[in-house]
């Protein structure tokens, strides 16, 4: 089966400046994608470029199988977007909202009363259809927003950033929603600097910085691919010399930064290839060796510390 | 459900067009006609038109009387045939130029935001990337701003007619009223909208438009009254010769098209019709057999008629009489269609340029958005409703 977003080599340069570095992306349909790196990374240009506002300046962008730039109306009519900064028709009331971009769809008038009631029942706002949009809140407006995506039964739901500005319970419930339209089997391609809140909820995700992807893939793989090379943290009773010096010797294992004794506690810190099975056959010849261990663990690798390792930089100072 | 079913059917390129533009009408009305704000606004202009026309009335009335009965104390000859159609004509004139003065106004504040207002709150974005076109929200845009002054222009057309009730003016004359009126209604949108596509910021954009139409209004008679003023008197022009400025400055200038709407309805040479002959570059006016009309640039001779030269009294006096103080009894109430059909030709071919300029503006930068889209394969092996999956 082809894929639901395909872009190859796919180039976007501002006055000289390149926000997108060659990205290939690919996006099976089901998935949901989360496209992640610091801001100015090339998210937002990817995603733009996907929903036909902005053509690539190199390179090939297929949505559906349909080339962005040779048909961008057909495009349109495939996916929902929500832009990263976006505002609301605040004159109006919620399901005229709706029922606007349901005409700008074309959805025909027969179906709008109905999809409009499914959509706020989706997103949790049935009980505001006559409010303005103006009165509800910014997590309200959010959901309202993204209700308003899907007025034409998309494929593919490109949403850059859907859950910025908004505070944790909001979060969670724009999260909720994903889920559920990821249930109804929509693609979704989402972006987020913020690394747990897609670990969460993607299949899949893509690391890009500078305009490049750095690693794309199933989201499992891409932690096991940067688990094999962890930092190690081991806590010591015995002699922290002998130690060092047996770790030295063995395969695998890089550099060992030995702490200050603390009550006889001497903490090593060591970056190691190898996976959970290695390293518990580390741990096991190191106890045969003699070494007295009070404290063997892998520094927490979330999906925040392979960001740092990916990109080699703290997410929000790069720019 | 595979994508093609949930695209919907594709329509033919007019329909889609039409759709787009009402449904961003519906939508614009829909927040603009809300509450009570429009129905005030309408019924104050009213009431101002109203008001307006009474003033000249009360103004005018009593001196048309006294002209009517006692002749003009200025010329000492013409007695008025009718004092009411003096009064009609100050209304009309009064109107014209009010009007005129309000749409210049009011267009462009409908219109000078209403692309770029959607920029600055974020909402644009999500408007182009639907499937709709860009000509459609240009246009749609466009008719809902036009469409409270269109409504304004059209309540007041009651008020207009009063002038029939007076006489003064004909229906003739008020179709050509509001043809300049809806004419630079239109076209001054247009300007507002262009600027709203091409400007980032609302605040600048309507800068702009209310100095491109000070600009095309003002700007223009002062140009050509400037050029003028070198070429009259330059060294080499022969005597009697009338030279102006070229023409084709005051076709886009909706105040000289109105000016000459006005003029048709002087019951005396006045001030609309002195303007009117001087801006077409004629002598004040050309008289023959009894009749006078603003004539076409021409060789400085009327003067020079000698007295016995044409036929009958009346004629000869008045020849007289304009050669000494152009001030003469029109007799015949003269039509000349001269500016505001160029006008109105020229305000309609700048306003559609500027609408397609817009359509341009909108449509994202380098992707191609052809009004009628032949049907592409989809690039890859399989057709795109066979990739996604039910």
């Given at each position: 089966?082809?894929?639901?977003?395909?872009?190859?080599?796919?180039?976007?340069?501002?006055?000289?400046?390149?926000?997108?570095?060659?990205?290939?992306?690919?996006?099976?349909?089901?998935?949901?994608?989360?496209?992640?790196?610091?801001?100015?990374?090339?998210?937002?240009?990817?995603?733009?470029?996907?929903?036909?506002?902005?053509?690539?300046?190199?390179?090939?962008?297929?949505?559906?199988?349909?080339?962005?730039?040779?048909?961008?109306?057909?495009?349109?009519?495939?996916?929902?977007?929500?832009?990263?900064?976006?505002?609301?028709?605040?004159?109006?009331?919620?399901?005229?909202?709706?029922?606007?971009?349901?005409?700008?769809?074309?959805?025909?008038?027969?179906?709008?009363?109905?999809?409009?009631?499914?959509?706020?029942?989706?997103?949790?706002?049935?009980?505001?259809?006559?409010?303005?949009?103006?009165?509800?809140?910014?997590?309200?407006?959010?959901?309202?927003?993204?209700?308003?995506?899907?007025?034409?039964?998309?494929?593919?739901?490109?949403?850059?950033?859907?859950?910025?500005?908004?505070?944790?319970?909001?979060?969670?419930?724009?999260?909720?929603?994903?889920?559920?339209?990821?249930?109804?089997?929509?693609?979704?391609?989402?972006?987020?600097?913020?690394?747990?809140?897609?670990?969460?909820?993607?299949?899949?995700?893509?690391?890009?910085?500078?305009?490049?992807?750095?690693?794309?893939?199933?989201?499992?793989?891409?932690?096991?691919?940067?688990?094999?090379?962890?930092?190690?943290?081991?806590?010591?009773?015995?002699?922290?010399?002998?130690?060092?010096?047996?770790?030295?010797?063995?395969?695998?294992?890089?550099?060992?930064?030995?702490?200050?004794?603390?009550?006889?506690?001497?903490?090593?810190?060591?970056?190691?290839?190898?996976?959970?099975?290695?390293?518990?056959?580390?741990?096991?010849?190191?106890?045969?060796?003699?070494?007295?261990?009070?404290?063997?663990?892998?520094?927490?690798?979330?999906?925040?510390?392979?960001?740092?390792?990916?990109?080699?930089?703290?997410?929000?100072?790069?720019? | 459900?595979?994508?093609?079913?949930?695209?919907?059917?594709?329509?033919?390129?007019?329909?889609?067009?039409?759709?787009?533009?009402?449904?961003?009408?519906?939508?614009?009305?829909?927040?603009?006609?809300?509450?009570?704000?429009?129905?005030?606004?309408?019924?104050?202009?009213?009431?101002?038109?109203?008001?307006?026309?009474?003033?000249a009335?009360?103004v005018v009335g009593p001196d048309a009387r006294n002209q009517a009965a006692l002749g003009n104390p200025f010329d000492g000859s013409g007695n008025l045939p009718n004092a009411s159609a003096t009064v009609g004509q100050a209304i009309f004139a009064l109107?014209s130029v009010?009007?005129?003065?309000?749409?210049?106004?009011?267009?462009?504040?409908?219109?000078?935001?209403?692309?770029?207002?959607?920029?600055?709150?974020?909402?644009?974005?999500?408007?182009?990337?639907?499937?709709?076109?860009?000509?459609?929200?240009?246009?749609?845009?466009?008719?809902?701003?036009?469409?409270?002054?269109?409504?304004?222009?059209?309540?007041?057309?009651?008020?207009?007619?009063?002038v029939?009730?007076y006489g003064g003016a004909k229906v003739d004359d008020i179709?050509r009223q509001?043809?300049?009126?809806?004419?630079?209604?239109?076209?001054?949108?247009?300007?507002?909208?262009?600027?709203?596509?091409?400007?980032?910021?609302?605040?600048?954009?309507?800068?702009?438009?209310?100095?491109?139409?000070?600009?095309?209004?003002?700007?223009?008679?002062?140009?050509w009254r400037?050029?003028t003023a070198?070429?009259e008197n330059?060294?080499?022009a022969g005597i009697g010769e009338v030279r102006t400025?070229?023409e084709?400055?005051l076709?886009?200038?909706?105040?000289v098209a109105m000016i000459e709407v006005v003029a048709n309805t002087e019951l005396e040479y006045g001030d609309f019709s002195d303007a009117l002959t001087r801006l077409r570059g004629g002598l004040p006016l050309t008289c023959d057999g009894g009749v006078c009309f603003p004539s076409e640039p021409q060789p400085f001779e009327v003067p020079f008629v000698p007295q016995g030269g044409l036929e009958g009294d009346a004629v000869n006096t008045r020849i007289g009489q304009f050669a000494v103080a152009p001030q003469p009894n029109r007799g015949l109430i003269i039509v000349s269609d001269h500016f505001w059909p160029?006008?109105?030709?020229?305000?309609?071919?700048?306003?559609?340029?500027?609408?397609?300029?817009?359509?341009?503006?909108?449509?994202?930068?380098?992707?191609?958005?052809?009004?009628?889209?032949?049907?592409?394969?989809?690039?890859?092996?399989?057709?795109?409703?066979?990739?996604?999956?039910?």
């Amino acid at each position: 089966m082809a894929p639901i977003i395909e872009t190859r080599g796919l180039v976007k340069r501002y006055d000289g400046e390149l926000a997108v570095a060659g990205i290939d992306l690919v996006v099976e349909a089901g998935e949901i994608y989360g496209l992640v790196g610091p801001n100015g990374a090339g998210k937002t240009t990817t995603m733009r470029i996907m929903a036909t506002l902005l053509a690539p300046t190199a390179g090939e962008a297929l949505v559906c199988g349909i080339d962005v730039t040779a048909d961008p109306v057909a495009v349109r009519r495939r996916i929902g977007f929500m832009p990263d900064f976006y505002g609301v028709y605040d004159d109006l009331r919620v399901w005229e909202y709706l029922d606007f971009f349901g005409r700008c769809y074309g959805v025909q008038p027969s179906r709008r009363a109905a999809m409009i009631g499914e959509l706020l029942e989706i997103v949790g706002l049935a009980d505001r259809r006559d409010a303005y949009v103006s009165a509800l809140s910014r997590g309200m407006q959010q959901r309202l927003c993204l209700a308003h995506t899907l007025v034409h039964d998309p494929d593919l739901l490109i949403l850059d950033e859907p859950a910025s500005g908004l505070d944790p319970r909001a979060r969670v419930e724009v999260r909720e929603i994903l889920r559920a339209l990821s249930g109804m089997g929509k693609t979704i391609l989402v972006s987020s600097h913020i690394l747990p809140e897609l670990g969460e909820l993607c299949t899949s995700i893509g690391i890009i910085d500078h305009g490049r992807m750095l690693r794309s893939g199933r989201i499992e793989e891409i932690e096991r691919s940067l688990r094999a090379s962890s930092l190690l943290r081991i806590d010591l009773l015995s002699d922290p010399r002998a130690a060092t010096a047996w770790l030295a010797s063995r395969s695998g294992v890089g550099d060992v930064i030995e702490g200050e004794p603390i009550g006889g506690l001497t903490r090593l810190e060591l970056p190691f290839d190898g996976d959970a099975t290695e390293q518990a056959e580390l741990l096991r010849a190191m106890l045969e060796a003699g070494h007295v261990v009070a404290g063997f663990s892998q520094a927490t690798s979330d999906l925040e510390e392979i960001f740092l390792q990916v990109t080699g930089q703290p997410a929000e100072d790069a720019a | 459900m595979t994508s093609v079913a949930v695209a919907p059917p594709r329509r033919s390129a007019l329909r889609e067009f039409t759709s787009s533009v009402s449904t961003i009408m519906a939508k614009e009305l829909r927040s603009r006609f809300r509450g009570r704000r429009a129905f005030g606004v309408l019924t104050l202009y009213l009431a101002v038109l109203a008001a307006i026309a009474y003033g000249a009335y009360v103004v005018v009335g009593p001196d048309a009387r006294n002209q009517a009965a006692l002749g003009n104390p200025f010329d000492g000859s013409g007695n008025l045939p009718n004092a009411s159609a003096t009064v009609g004509q100050a209304i009309f004139a009064l109107l014209s130029v009010f009007q005129l003065l309000l749409a210049s106004l009011i267009a462009p504040a409908f219109t000078a935001g209403a692309i770029s207002l959607e920029r600055e709150k974020q909402t644009l974005d999500m408007l182009v990337s639907t499937p709709m076109r860009p000509g459609g929200i240009v246009v749609g845009k466009l008719l809902s701003a036009l469409a409270f002054v269109v409504l304004m222009i059209v309540a007041a057309i009651p008020i207009s007619a009063l002038v029939l009730m007076y006489g003064g003016a004909k229906v003739d004359d008020i179709l050509r009223q509001q043809v300049v009126l809806f004419t630079s209604a239109i076209g001054f949108g247009v300007i507002g909208l262009f600027y709203s596509a091409l400007i980032k910021r609302t605040q600048t954009a309507t800068v702009l438009t209310y100095t491109t139409i000070l600009v095309l209004t003002l700007g223009s008679l002062l140009v050509w009254r400037f050029w003028t003023a070198t070429v009259e008197n330059a060294p080499g022009a022969g005597i009697g010769e009338v030279r102006t400025a070229p023409e084709l400055l005051l076709y886009p200038n909706p105040a000289v098209a109105m000016i000459e709407v006005v003029a048709n309805t002087e019951l005396e040479y006045g001030d609309f019709s002195d303007a009117l002959t001087r801006l077409r570059g004629g002598l004040p006016l050309t008289c023959d057999g009894g009749v006078c009309f603003p004539s076409e640039p021409q060789p400085f001779e009327v003067p020079f008629v000698p007295q016995g030269g044409l036929e009958g009294d009346a004629v000869n006096t008045r020849i007289g009489q304009f050669a000494v103080a152009p001030q003469p009894n029109r007799g015949l109430i003269i039509v000349s269609d001269h500016f505001w059909p160029r006008f109105t030709i020229s305000f309609w071919a700048l306003s559609i340029l500027l609408v397609l300029v817009s359509m341009r503006l909108l449509a994202p930068a380098g992707l191609r958005l052809p009004f009628r889209r032949r049907p592409r394969p989809p690039v890859g092996a399989e057709p795109a409703a066979d990739e996604v999956p039910a």
